[in-house]
Nanobody
Framework: QVQLVESGGGSVETGGSLRLSCVAS????????MSWFRQAPEKDRQAIAT???????KYADSVKGRFIISQDNAMNTLYLQMNNLQPEDTAMYYC????????????WGQGTQVTVSS
């Protein structure tokens, strides 16, 4: 069973940067596709960045050009570099191990809070 633990959240001012980490354990076949999601208060959880087993990445329009998803070669840690943060980026951020063809989610982390003040 894949287990995920996020860290790196915090409070920053507008224009600041943070790097989130997600340490994964368990079967590697269960984490060939990984994503970062976020959920703001009273809003649905949204996938914002995805990395597939071939290294290809996909971003939501709201973060494209500002956020970068990456993972280490051993596929044990997933990262999200967040630059030029804006107040609308304030949310709980979750990493997730995706199912086949990067659909659904088979495991979630506990989440890490990111707060951006204006």
């Amino acid at each position: 069973q894949v287990q995920l633990v996020e860290s790196g959240g915090g409070s920053v001012e507008t224009g600041g940067s943070l790097r989130l980490s997600c340490v994964a354990s368990g079967p590697t076949y269960g984490r060939s596709c990984m994503s970062w999601f976020r959920q703001a208060p009273e809003k649905d959880r949204q996938a914002i960045a995805t990395i597939d087993s071939d290294g290809s990445t996909k971003y939501a329009d709201s973060v494209k050009g500002r956020f970068i998803i990456s993972q280490d070669n051993a596929m044990n840690t997933l990262y999200l570099q967040m630059n030029n943060l804006q107040p609308e980026d304030t949310a709980m951020y979750y990493c997730a191990a995706r199912g086949p063809r990067c659909r659904g989610a088979i495991a979630w982390g506990q989440g890490t809070q990111v707060t951006v003040s204006s």
